[in-house]
């Protein structure tokens, strides 16, 4: 059983186009992540979220919004791609940060390889 | 503003030999420091972590050694073996500037283990 899946793997379009990664972990965790690997490796988070609270990093254009359906979910949406938003982006999931035995793992999907033309 | 910085970039190890990978941070907020090793086409995975109040931890073939006082630490590959091969990223958790609670990574250092 995966634990954090993420689906599509691959992802190709067109600039300006609207596109969505959807996540899932079946950990019981209560926090979710989004990262975005450059082609450089930097891992850079996007959105922390668990259902008390949204964390966006500030410098995320947007055009880019989590979306979480249940505790189990959170989908990243994609308005009006830009070639710079090309880039291997990661869902991940953890047992709640804010609890004092928060350890830092992070479990994390397989990754999501976006294209844009 | 980079609050993890690795070094180095890249590493070409023999096999059986060590391989070093060094961490600095500037946050003293932060209390956990992980490592991740990520193999191509895959994610991240944790592979060991300390809290600042021990020096090192030891785990198999890895060892992080710590140095609160510098604000450093660093990940060895004892025995390195072509199954290292990986990017290594390594981390620290906190309470960012920003006042919320999460995990900052290096830059990641791309390991090569030849034969």
């Known amino acids: 059983d995966t634990a954090v899946s993420q689906t599509p793997k691959y992802l190709v379009t067109q600039m300006g186009n609207d596109k969505s990664i959807k996540c899932e972990q079946n950990l019981g965790h209560d926090t979710m992540y989004w990262y975005k690997q450059d082609s450089k490796k930097f891992l850079k988070i996007m959105f922390s979220?668990?259902?008390?609270?949204?964390?966006i990093n500030e410098t995320v254009p947007n055009r880019f919004s989590p979306k979480s359906p249940d505790k189990a979910h959170l989908n990243l949406h994609i308005n009006s791609l830009e070639l710079g938003d090309s880039a291997v982006y990661f869902c991940?999931?953890?047992?709640?940060?804010?609890?004092?035995?928060?350890?830092?793992?992070?479990?994390f999907g397989e990754g999501s390889r976006l294209t844009v033309l | 503003q980079q609050q993890v910085k690795q070094s180095p970039q890249s590493l070409i190890v023999q096999k059986g030999g060590i391989s070093i990978i060094n961490c600095a941070y500037e946050?003293?907020?932060?209390?956990?420091f992980p490592w991740y090793q990520q193999f191509p086409g895959k994610g991240p995975a944790l592979l060991i972590a300390i809290r600042p109040d021990v020096s090192e931890k030891k785990e198999g073939r890895f060892t992080i050694s710590f140095n609160k006082s510098a604000k450093q630490f660093s990940l060895h590959i004892m025995d390195s073996q072509p199954g290292d091969s990986a990017t290594y990223f390594c981390a620290a958790s906190g309470v960012t500037g920003a006042g919320s609670y999460q995990l900052t990574f290096g830059k990641g250092t791309k390991l090569s283990v030849i034969p």
């Open positions: 979220y668990n259902n008390k609270e949204l964390i």
């Open positions: 991940a999931s953890s047992q709640d940060r804010i609890l004092a035995e928060f350890t830092g793992e992070l479990f």
């Open positions: 946050n003293t907020a932060f209390d956990y």
